[in-house]
């Protein structure tokens, strides 16, 4: 196993997990975890982690959570929870209000986002993303450290393993007086499982 989205080779974790075996539609859907990241001196780690999907009133709008609570030799630990709330515009268009939130005993405040996006698919292997986003933090007060818009375009480039991302993006930062920054993300991305979500596009 290793985790969701590593930045080097010192993120990486190996380990086991157990997996859930609920419906999470009808109740919490709930994994236990535990292992080492990979870096010297080994770092070990344990994980707990649990989602449920509901469906409002039988409704087009579906609330997905998601939480995690870790435990790291270094660096303590950490809890995070996702909130999810979104629809189908129409057949090409899904519509998201997503909401973050994450506690870390190193940094020992609470990080927030807000995000407001429309995913618009274009084929079978290209996909667009327009968000608006929020960064925030709260220890004595609140205090919002970014809001940006940003335009995504994802593209599968190989046989669904294989992700190119270009996504440029304007920033309003608080550590320059919200003085306007441009940014531009590109990444490339090789999933080597056996099934892919198509949902993460």
Same mark, same amino acid.
């Given at each position: ?19 859930? /075996?609920?419906?999470? #539609?009808? !109740?919490? @859907? ?7 990241? +990979? =870096? ?70 609470? /990080?927030?986002?807000? #995000?407001? !996006?429309? @995913? ?7 996909? +667009? =993303? ?72």
């Amino acid at each position: 196993m290793t985790d969701d989205r590593v930045d080097s080779i010192r993120d990486v974790l190996v380990g086991l997990r157990t997996m859930g /075996e609920g419906d999470r #539609t009808r !109740e919490w @859907n709930t994994e236990l975890g535990g292992g080492v990241k +990979l =870096r010297l001196p080994l770092e070990t780690y344990a994980r707990v982690t649990s989602e449920r999907l509901w469906t409002l009133d039988d409704g087009p709008w579906q609330l997905h959570s998601d939480n995690r609570f870790s435990w790291f030799n270094d660096d303590g630990y950490s809890a995070r929870t996702r909130w999810d709330l979104g629809r189908s515009v129409d057949e090409k268009r899904h519509l998201r209000f997503i909401s973050n939130m994450q506690w870390r005993e190193t940094e020992d405040t609470l /990080e927030f986002s807000q #995000t407001a !996006e429309l @995913n618009q698919r274009i084929n079978s292997r290209s996909v +667009l =993303r327009y968000s608006a986003v929020v960064l925030g933090e709260s220890l004595s007060h609140t205090t919002i450290e970014d809001s940006y818009l940003q335009l995504r375009f994802r593209r599968d480039i190989h046989k669904g393993f294989t992700f190119l991302d270009v996504a440029p993006a304007l920033h309003f930062p608080r550590a320059v007086d919200r003085e306007p920054r441009w940014a531009l993300t590109l990444r490339v991305e090789m999933y080597f499982r056996r099934f892919i979500d198509r949902v993460t596009l």
